[in-house]
């Protein structure tokens, strides 16, 4: 969109999305509370109503957000970045195409903008969904920026693209003027705002309005998911909101009856004040006035003791004396309301995990079956998905805008595509299914993405390893059939030799050898070695 002065004016006066951005600034506030546990203190204050004074000034003094609640809730995101799989192509000249890399691999904070979106607009797509991503231009180079919506003082959207937005205004100097940032698709303008009386004037600095580098407003917004009834964009965890504002709740007042009622309390028969004898006053002898007892401060009961203290009394002379089985003791608090507090916090923690990914808490996995297993887990896969398509759009957008800052009509664009393995299932769980399968006798082709699967999931945290054992799959003759099956096949000797001696071959190899040679250079030296063994003497005795 370009706008006229005539339409920027007005858009200052009028402030035309006020509404839906005061919408998103609440709705932030609240996310941001949960998930990072900014203004925690603040949002529990309305149990005030419920509490006597001294539960709220404790209440104030120890505060437990919902941060890891949220943390552990969110964790399965962090496969989105680590998928496997996935690709990504520039539609750039050869030799352009390599310089591109390199400004994409340091793109802020001397990180890649792949990483840059993982560990900077992820949370904010989580705790501020109606930010934008904006690429701001200095000397010469253009960087990937996040601007809050409380940064925002209006804009105008069409879906995730941003056709202006206009910033808060900001004070300069120490006159009464405000300076507002306005930027459409053709200029980033400086605007001068001036008041006279009930009437504001407005005027573009034209010494510091430049032309747009890009073919667009260079402004998108982090979220793709619809919020229709405040016509704002949605957080992906926006239906968990209610059910962690009951977690924070009961969190809050278990955490406050524990420190006001979770001590033992000691108890005693009281005593009499051995220095007053339970009058709580003295007589001074020199004034020959009574005053308050110095032992018992004027209680007449004889005060708490030390261990060396001790109480005698008189044996039971005849039946009717009572005999007690102590005089004094701890108060144990109750424990059945802990156990309470402590059940609802797993439902609650539970519910809230079941309304974000839509599935109930994985447990007993084995002893399920690997069908089970996989059911429970799609959901999540699918919502991954979801997450999964919008970093796409976002990675897509800072690509092309820099792209065409960099090199202009050069630059056609580009295809990026998110990996969508995510590995949700531990090692062991996939174990199972591919155990299962080969004796179920599955397919071979579903045999090899089980394994796969296995091995990104093994060795998650080890690409090396990860592109060994990947590579090797297509080295390993008759992969998924043991020694004896193969001689039994009637293959010929060389192939048989081929897997009896591959594990041989395999202790050979170095790491080195084994991650730079390719498969195809692998599976030759495989061959050099075992055509210098003997099939008929070392074959093992197939019975």
Known sequence: MVLSKEDIFKILEENPNKKSIAEAIRKHALLNMHVNGVGVKEHLSSLKDYETKLQTEVGQKIVESNKGIFNSLLHPINKVFSAKGGSKRYDLP?????????????????????????????NKYITDPNGLIFIEVSNNEAKPTFKSITSIYDYKTVGQKVEYVVFNPIKIDDTDKLYYRVVDDSFDYWIESSKKGDKSSFNIDKEKTFPVHFKSCPAYIVSDIFDDVCDIKASFIDATLEKANSFLYDNAVNTKHKLLF???????????????????????????????????????????????????????????????????????????????????????????????????FIT???????????????????????????????????????????????????????????????????????????????????????????????????????????????????????????????????DKKLKIYFQDWFQTKSETELLLNTRELLLTDLRNFVSQKTFKNETPIVQ
């Open 262 to 360: 979770g001590f033992a309390k000691y108890w005693e028969y009281g005593r009499d004040c051995v220095p007053c004898d339970g009058d709580g006053v003295i007589l001074n002898k020199d004034t020959d006035v009574q005053e308050q007892c110095w032992s018992c401060g004027g209680s007449g009961r004889r005060p708490f003791g030390d261990v060396t203290d001790k109480l005698i009394l008189d044996l039971p002379k005849d039946k009717d004396d009572v005999v007690l089985n102590k005089y004094s003791g701890f108060d144990s608090p109750d424990l059945e309301i802990w156990k309470q507090y402590k059940e609802d916090l797993k439902d609650h923690e539970k519910d809230i995990f079941k309304t974000l990914w839509n599935i109930n």
């Open 94 to 122: 050869t030799y352009l195409s390599e310089q591109f890399k390199n400004k994409l691999s340091d793109v802020a904070h001397g990180v890649s903008l792949r990483k840059w979106l993982e560990k900077k607009v992820f």
């Open 364 to 494: 007993e996995q084995t002893t399920k079956t690997a069908t089970q297993t996989v059911m429970e887990v799609q959901p999540i896969n699918d919502k991954l998905h979801s997450v999964s398509d919008c970093f796409e759009k976002l990675e897509a957008f800072v690509t092309d805008s820099l792209g065409f800052f960099y090199y202009e009509n050069a630059y056609k664009g580009s295809f990026i595509n998110y990996g969508r393995r995510y590995l949700i299932e531990s090692p062991d769980v996939i174990w199972e299914k591919l155990t299962k399968a080969k004796t179920d006798k599955m397919p071979a082709v579903f045999l090899m993405n089980l394994t796969k699967e296995y091995i990104q999931s093994l060795y998650a945290n080890n690409d090396v390893e990860c592109s060994i054992y990947l590579k090797i799959l297509g080295v390993e003759p008759f992969l998924f059939m043991t020694i004896e099956e193969v001689i039994a096949l009637g293959v010929s000797d060389d």
